[in-house]
């Protein structure tokens, strides 16, 4: 049993002492923060750390710059819960949950320490099923039908059979679906695939949609019959099974802890007790980062087909080290008993979808999500559109827009304005029938939020200069799981041709700064004398050229328009000039066709 320093024991113990804060501050307030007074110097942290595993914690899970900067403070993101238990969150790095030692939950296996096994786990996640089945009406699934194919479970668990509904109608039953990594296993049933069916037996289900075995992989046509159902086959799912951890189908829903399976990625959880200068003894768990996104530094988090498997579903189990949690449209759950409800929840959902609110709020979200997407592998490329099909479909569904290409026409203007954020990919790596306006067309992570970011929190006027002409996509098929048989963009705004270059000593940056025409950057005067930031698409370096440059936002005085006739040209990246000097005065309006 570890002890605290005084600090730390102040937010184990929420003995708010009025000394101790900056301001008359309850922290019980969800969702505010307070400057904890914790140690003044990080010396005096570090030497704290060599007793207090609190203070150990902190300065692992800070840089020591950002510990300088701006010292220590929490937030209170605690849930309703029958048992005394505390949960914080600090603004960045780290979430601290708490169990009074002696009580029933503190006895568990999870704060025990004790193992936990495969039976025990899944009579919790029956316990999480059972209430959201009986209690959260919106969390029922979808009636849309069934998968074309089911895997039925017999007596024996393992006793399988594929069942074609269409053939052998399968009546009023439930299903679950399983989100997992494929990997490279010889075997047809590997432990992935037998832990998912031990706990859909357990939940008394007797159906299972495994992508794997119910879509027949080699033909083209099933493929993008089933690819294009997706959104009602994880909406119509009783439960989701997400193997979140594992990195291939042979290492289980349930992985090893001992494992090391993060890829790279700083995930760090830690347990200890603890004794208050009162006497009262505490388990502790100590999680890096805020414990509610956690699923979103999952291992299954990186790839792309999985995200439209967690966000359709309405209720998902997540196995991951060092415990499972449960998610549902009602209820954020973890093993070791913590449950946030309502907005302590849905407000870090990133998943979670409002059923009323504004345009703005509504594109804000899918940026999210494809700003999220566009970070993800995927093993095929072509896929990429494919795995975004559910998405379009839920979402298109809920707001009433008209989808083009991974944006909307409603909002078109807006989604025009990405920026990629990641290296140059090979060439071949490239969607060749996707059109160059969409940024579907890169593969890495893509920005939306470049413009507004660089223009700061000073209050602005942003006009927008683009007026779409004509827009639209003609498939093959079905919509983003079949090919593109053509597609036109068609926009009218100002355009001048300039002369950009790449600094070379802005090589580092992201994005980098341009030199327009015949400007010489001076530093005498500021430290960043560059105009213009931006990147282009394709490459990092590139000849010094002239560009025909649309004007697609500003917050300039209003130009003088013309018109012109009208021509054909292919984007070829995204920069933003800064001052208030109008680079576009003399520019004259074109309509122009974009490829």
Not at 230 to 240: E, P
């Amino acid at each position: 049993m570890g002890k605290l320093c005084e600090h730390c024991a102040i937010i184990l113990s929420l003995q708010f002492e009025p000394e101790a804060w900056s301001q008359d501050f309850t922290l019980r307030s969800i969702g505010d923060y307070a400057p904890l007074a914790h140690f003044r110097t990080v010396k005096e942290l570090i030497e704290s750390a060599e007793k207090c595993r609190l203070c150990e914690f902190i300065q692992a899970s800070w840089s020591l710059p950002a510990l300088h900067k701006r010292g220590v403070s929490c937030n209170f993101i605690g849930g309703d819960i029958i048992i005394p238990w505390h949960a914080f969150a600090d603004s960045f790095k780290v979430t601290i949950t708490t169990c009074h030692v002696g009580t029933d939950v503190s006895k568990r296996p999870i704060w025990d320490c004790k193992e936990l096994t495969k039976e025990y786990r899944i009579k919790t996640i029956k316990s999480w099923y059972t209430e959201c089945s009986s209690q959260h009406a919106g969390c029922k699934p979808s009636t849309h039908g069934y998968p074309r194919r089911l895997i039925q479970i017999g007596p024996g668990n393992y006793d399988l059979r594929l069942v074609d509904t269409l053939l052998q109608p399968c009546g009023n039953i439930e299903y679950a679906t399983l989100s997992y990594f494929w990997g490279t296993s010889p075997t047809s049933l590997p432990q992935t695939l037998q832990d998912a069916i031990d706990i859909i037996w357990g939940l008394e289900l007797r159906y299972i949609w495994i992508d794997s075995l119910c879509i027949v992989q080699d033909d083209l046509q099933d493929w993008q019959r089933e690819a294009a159902s997706m959104k009602d086959v994880y909406a119509g799912s009783s439960i989701t099974i997400s193997a979140s951890d594992a990195q291939d189908s042979t290492q289980g829903c349930f992985v090893d802890n001992d494992l090391d399976l993060w890829d790279g990625r700083t995930i760090c959880f830690y347990q200890l007790g603890a004794r208050l200068p009162n006497k009262k003894e505490f388990s502790i768990r100590l999680h890096q980062g805020d414990i509610r996104r956690r699923t979103k530094f999952s291992n299954l988090s990186t790839r792309g087909w999985k995200m439209q498997e967690q966000l359709l579903s309405r209720r998902v189990v997540h196995c991951m080290q060092p415990e499972i949690h449960w998610s549902c449209h009602c209820s954020y759950r973890t093993e070791s008993q913590v449950t946030f409800e309502g907005d302590r929840f849905k407000s870090f959902s990133w998943g979670f979808m409002p059923q009323a609110t504004s345009k703005e709020e509504m594109q804000k979200l899918w940026f999210e999500w494809m700003t999220d997407y566009s970070s993800r592998k995927l093993t095929v490329t072509r896929d990429r559109l494919g795995a975004l099909a559910g998405m379009v479909q839920y979402f298109g569904n809920k707001v009433g827009f008209t989808h083009l290409l991974g944006c909307w026409y409603e909002t078109l203007v807006d989604e025009l304005l990405w920026i990629r954020r990641d290296d140059v990919v090979h060439p071949s790596m490239a969607l060749s029938q996707v059109p160059f306006w969409s940024w579907l067309t890169r593969v890495g992570q893509i920005d939306f939020r470049f413009w507004s970011r660089s223009m700061g929190t000073y209050p602005c006027i942003v006009r927008d200069h683009i007026k779409i002409v004509e827009a639209g996509i003609t498939w093959a098929g079905e919509p983003m799981v079949s090919d593109i048989l053509s597609s036109i963009m068609v926009v009218e705004g100002l355009v001048r041709e300039m002369r950009l270059r790449l600094d070379p000593r802005t090589k580092n940056f992201n994005p980098h700064f341009m030199n327009i025409d015949d400007e010489k950057p001076d530093f005498s005067e500021t430290p960043i004398p560059w105009l213009c930031t931006g990147r282009f698409d394709l490459e990092d370096e590139r000849e010094d050229d002239v560009f025909t440059c649309l004007l697609a936002r500003s917050v300039s005085p209003e130009a003088r328009f013309s018109t012109t006739e009208g021509t054909a040209y292919r984007r070829v990246g995204l920069a933003m000039i800064r001052g208030n000097k109008s680079e576009f005065t003399s520019a004259e309006t074109k309509t122009i066709r974009l490829l």
